[in-house]
C-alpha cells in the first residue's frame, strides 16, 4: 500500500489483479446489475488509489477493501433509491430477473428467487449473507469488514437464513411435491 501511496502504478496493477473480480462479485451481489457493479468497481479502486496513504495495516488489505466495496455499494443503492421516485413506482424489470453470470445454467431459476430473496433482508444480514455464503469469506473477516464482533456476524446470519427460508418457502415447498 505505501508503494501505491507513493504513485506506483504497478503496485496498484498487481492490487487490482488480485481484487477487481472480488470486488465486482461483491458489488454484484448487491446491486445485481452489471452496470452497477462496474460502477461500484471503478469506484472503489479509485478510492483505494486516493486513500492508499490513509491505509494504516490494522486491517488486512483485503478486509479494507470490502470494507470499501460495502460501502461504496450500499451508498449507489441508496443513491438509487432516493431518486427511484423518477420511475413513478415501475419496478425495474433488471432487478426483478436478475442473472448471476457465474451460476449454472440449470439453477438460475433458483439463483433469481434467492437474489430477489436477499434484496429483502435487512442491510446488515445483506452484508454477513452475501460476505459469508456469496463470496465464501471467513466469518472473522466478515466480522472485520462489517466492524462488529463473530458472534453479532453469526447471529445476523442465523436471522437471514430464517428469513430467506420464510421468502423461499413456497418455492422449496413446491419442489418436494
Known sequence: MRSIANGDRRAFGQLYKLFADKVYNVALGYTQNEQDAEEVAQDV???????????????????????????????????????????????????????HPGILLERKEDAKALFKAIRTLPQQQQTAFILSYVEGLPRQQVADIMGTSLKAVEALLQRGKRNLRKSLGDLYYKRRK
Open 45 to 99: 479502486f479509485v478510492k483505494v488509489f486516493r486513500n492508499a496513504a490513509q491505509f494504516k495495516g490494522e486491517a488486512k488489505v483485503s478486509t479494507w477493501i470490502y470494507r470499501i466495496t460495502v460501502n461504496v455499494t450500499l451508498n449507489l443503492i441508496k443513491k438509487r433509491k432516493r431518486y427511484s421516485f423518477l420511475s413513478f413506482g415501475k419496478p425495474n424489470k433488471e432487478e426483478i430477473d436478475f442473472e
